[in-house]
């Protein structure tokens, strides 16, 4: 398993520097207890490409919870979704230091702060998503642009839980498909069975689910469904 899973890293890792496009999923963990936590990461590792230390769940636990789920699968990234404000290399160094494969920056702060982030990533190997809640419609294009000359690895269209209900990230997902030239482009935010097919429209690199799949009765079975919907192929 080891060996297939390394493979696996290697040829994902290949395509990415030939600029190849290859749909991720990831699975975010928010409010949720971590044997729950732990458990539904188990039963989905051969589903997921990337699994998320949320909020709070990432205030909840003390940092060591990033390697209890890298023990769960060698092929699994875990994402520390840190939404570094200050300190970005400094931070960014902590989380990966733990195990972490993916630590998020936000795209609010000093442009200075995400170029420290993006060199602690490249400095130990790993990656970098730049978050753009809170940045308002009208600015995500000329914002994203700034961003994609800055060469992080994902910029993120992100739709906070505190904002109206009825609100989606389609526009702005639609807007950075149209801008950014560079940077592979995720989306997250209140995307479900019935909203993903709308996302997919505008082709995102890395779709992140949540409350759909950890809220669910039956997780795996809602997964294999969003996998299906994405077009991917067990």
């Known amino acids: 398993d080891i060996v297939a899973c390394c493979v696996k890293s290697i040829s994902i890792i290949q395509k990415n520097k030939r600029k190849e496009k290859s749909m991720e999923l990831q699975l975010a963990l928010d409010r949720i207890e971590k044997k729950r936590a732990i458990d539904i990461v188990e039963s989905l590792k051969d589903l997921i490409d990337i699994v998320e230390i949320g909020t709070p769940f990432s205030i909840m ?8 789920f890298k023990k769960i699968s060698p092929c699994l990234r875990v994402l520390a979704d840190y ?12 989380a990966y230091k733990a195990g972490a494969d993916i630590v998020t920056v936000s795209a609010q702060t000093w442009d200075e702060t995400i170029l420290q982030t993006i060199q602690a990533a490249r400095d130990y190997g790993k990656q970098v998503l730049v978050d753009m809640m809170g940045i308002k419609e009208e600015d995500i294009a000329e914002r994203g642009k700034q961003i994609d000359n800055m060469h992080p690895d994902y910029i993120c269209t992100h739709r906070a839980v505190s904002v109206n209900r009825e609100t989606s990230s389609e526009k702005t997902l639609k807007i950075l498909r149209e801008t950014i030239r560079q940077t592979k482009i995720a989306v997250a935010g209140g995307i479900d069975l019935e909203t993903l097919p709308k996302v997919l429209t505008y082709q995102p690199d890395l779709v992140i689910i949540g409350s759909a799949i950890t809220n669910a009765t039956e ?7 969003i996998y299906e919907i994405m077009g991917k192929k067990k």
């Open 61 to 68: 636990q003390p940092i060591e919870i990033i390697n209890d």
């Open 83 to 94: 939404k570094i404000m200050d300190g970005g290399y400094a931070l960014a160094e902590i």
């Open 219 to 225: 997780p795996r079975k809602v997964t294999k469904q």
